[in-house]
């Protein structure tokens, strides 16, 4: 069974197959059960009904019974502990020559780092495939969890605190381009399955698979500019892809943050007092330190500080700029 059924996603990592062994094993016997019972119970209900039966007489003891009833779950109980708690330590504990990358979850967007790397890839992760690949994973802010349905793979991300999980992909998904140094196909969805806050829905990410050779060749690429592209566009592409959108809007309608239309060259009142007329080095002190200067009505409203590469803020800054 590879394909997806009615109740579950299809399987796409090692660890599908027995999860959804011991998942359909359960929901069968649950079913089972629920028949019979049911069936049984509507079944006295009829053939003891008062008319026929006015004094009810139950027997007062029946060993054999008591016995069949107490052990005869035992043996459905015993094989279904076993294989949960195979599984869920193979789920646990990743093999040692997994590919280690970090995850942090941040109100609202997902940062991957691949082996090595101090700054962020948001919002895409790209694997290879039939490698395990182990997740570390933090929190920046609040409580999220990292879901990966076809991975059969979740688990909370907790702040103050690691946790991890590990997936080995089946199949190839996505290609990379180095023409443009972008990964495209049908990559898998990767939720936040904990509610963290009002745009928690958005807070998703895909997730690539790719050839061994693809991969290399994507994580020798990954920071290179784009090349033939005006600056702005790359900007509006970094906008959506560090998730900016989810917080600040570009038609002046204020979100979480404030807008970028027509924020460049405007005088921007701060909380404390002071103001400043919106120019390069304001919008970059902005995205790496977003506490140093907080806009006046914003206070409380806590952005991450993004750890980003010369040409991209270059890119950012030039977006908003064009956002006249
Ligand atoms: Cu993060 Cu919900």
């Given amino acids: 069974m590879k394909e997806a059924t009615v109740q579950l996603p299809r399987q796409m990592s090692t660890l599908a197959e027995s999860i959804d062994h011991m998942y359909y094993f359960i929901f069968w016997v649950s079913v089972f059960f629920f028949v019979a019972i049911i069936g049984a119970a509507l079944y006295f209900l009829v053939k003891y009904r008062a008319s026929k039966h006015p004094h009810s007489t139950p027997p007062g003891h029946h060993d054999v019974l008591e016995l069949f009833w107490t052990f005869a779950p035992l043996l459905l109980l015993i094989p279904m502990f076993h294989y949960g708690f195979k599984g869920y330590v193979k789920a646990m504990v990743a093999p040692s020559d ?22 962020a890839s948001p919002s895409e992760l790209v694997v290879p495939v039939s490698r395990p690949v182990k997740m570390t994973m933090s929190s920046q802010d609040v409580l999220h969890s990292f879901y990966v349905p076809e991975f059969r793979v979740k688990r909370d991300v907790v702040p103050g605190m690691y946790s991890s999980v590990w997936f080995e992909a089946l199949e190839i998904t996505s290609k990379y381009n180095p023409a443009d140094n972008k990964v495209t196909g049908e990559p898998l969805d990767l939720f936040c399955t904990e509610y963290c806050g009002t745009s928690h829905s958005q807070m998703l990410a895909k997730v690539h698979i790719v050839s061994e050779e693809d991969y290399a060749a994507f994580i020798a690429g990954k920071d290179r500019p784009p090349e033939g592209k005006p600056l702005a566009e790359v900007g509006a592409e970094l906008y959506k892809k560090n998730a900016c959108n989810t917080c600040h809007t570009v038609d002046g309608s204020p979100l979480v943050g404030p807008s970028f239309k027509g924020l460049f060259g405007k005088s921007e009142s701060f909380a404390d007092g002071s103001s400043v007329s919106v120019d390069e080095n304001y919008l970059r002190q902005s995205i790496l330190q977003p506490q140093a200067k907080i806009v006046k009505g914003y206070e409380g409203k806590n952005m991450p500080a993004f750890v980003l590469k010369d040409w991209k803020l270059d890119a950012l800054i030039e977006y908003i700029k064009s956002l006249k």
């Fill in 98 to 119: 997994a590919i280690e990358m970090r995850v942090r979850g941040k109100q609202w967007a997902w940062d991957f780092y691949y082996p090595g790397d101090t700054e």
